[in-house]
Nanobody, 125 residues
Framework: QVQLVESGGGLVQAGGSLRLSCAAS????????MAWFRRAPGKEREFVAR????????KYADSVEDRFIISRDNAKNTVYLQMNSLKPEDTAVYYC??????????????????WGQGTQVTVSS
């Protein structure tokens, strides 16, 4: 498994922005796709965004499309989630995740092998 450490969460007003970072260690970062999931209070954990190992293809949940941007820096073994125009419904614990095999796409939680500890994002109205 890879070790994942998130940072960058916090409290922000609606309409504001935050950037989450996830530092990975323990295997060749550039061989693996990465993704972000989140769990809001009282809700199931859900997919937010994913990015391919080469950074060329991304996918977003409908709820964050056009507001969030996932990116990665393979030289720094880090994946980012830029969150803009934040809404109170974006309040959740955000998790950085990685799959078990290289060159595979994360389509759901069943594909996830490693989870970060999570970082809290709170959006006030």
């Amino acid at each position: 498994q890879v070790q994942l450490v998130e940072s960058g969460g916090g409290l922000v007003q609606a309409g504001g922005s935050l950037r989450l970072s996830c530092a990975a260690s323990g295997r060749t970062f550039s061989d693996y796709s990465m993704a972000w999931f989140r769990r809001a209070p009282g809700k199931e954990r859900e997919f937010v965004a994913r990015i391919m190992w080469n950074g060329r293809v991304t996918k977003y949940a409908d709820s964050v499309e056009d507001r969030f941007i996932i990116s990665r820096d393979n030289a720094k073994n880090t994946v980012y989630l830029q969150m803009n125009s934040l809404k109170p419904e974006d309040t959740a614990v955000y998790y950085c995740v990685a799959p078990s095999r290289p060159y595979t796409i994360i389509t759901g939680q069943a594909d996830v092998d490693s989870w970060g500890q999570g970082t809290q994002v709170t959006v006030s109205s």
